[in-house]
């Protein structure tokens, strides 16, 4: 069994940074691991929508929104994907949530969500 447990949301002022961890415990495929890592968020009464994604390779993709602003990474070794979001604004507030694909796309993983609000 696979859980993906995210750390760091918080209250912020605009203008402000935080960094989200999310790190996979439980039951690991090996050395092979994940694949495509990411963060999605969801704004109340709103979809949740992708933020930034990272294969295991590295290669990155994230939302025009957050681009220039947010920083995806991960770790390989310790299952963990990261997000550094600089210049926050209080549109950037959400629940955000970390997702894993297993790196043979037989299964997704999802996190619990952790809380971020933004002040003006």
């Known amino acids: 069994q696979v859980h993906l447990v995210e750390t760091g949301g918080g209250l912020v002022q605009a203008g402000g940074s935080l960094r989200l961890s999310c790190a996979a415990t439980?039951?690991?495929?090996?050395?092979?691991?994940?694949?495509?890592m990411g963060w999605y968020r969801q704004a109340p009464g709103k979809q949740r929508e992708l933020v930034a994604t990272?294969?295991?390779?590295?290669?990155?993709n994230y939302a025009d929104a957050v681009k220039s602003r947010f920083t995806i990474s991960r770790d390989n070794a310790k299952n963990t994907v990261y997000l550094q979001m600089n210049s926050l604004k209080p549109e950037d507030t959400a629940v955000y949530y970390c997702?894993?694909?297993?790196?043979?796309?037989?299964?997704?993983?999802w996190g619990q969500g952790t809380q971020v609000t933004v002040s003006s």
């Open positions: 439980g039951t690991i495929f090996g050395v092979m691991g994940f694949g495509v």
């Open positions: 990272i294969t295991g390779g590295g290669k990155t």
């Open positions: 997702r894993a694909i297993k790196y043979d796309n037989t299964d997704a993983y």
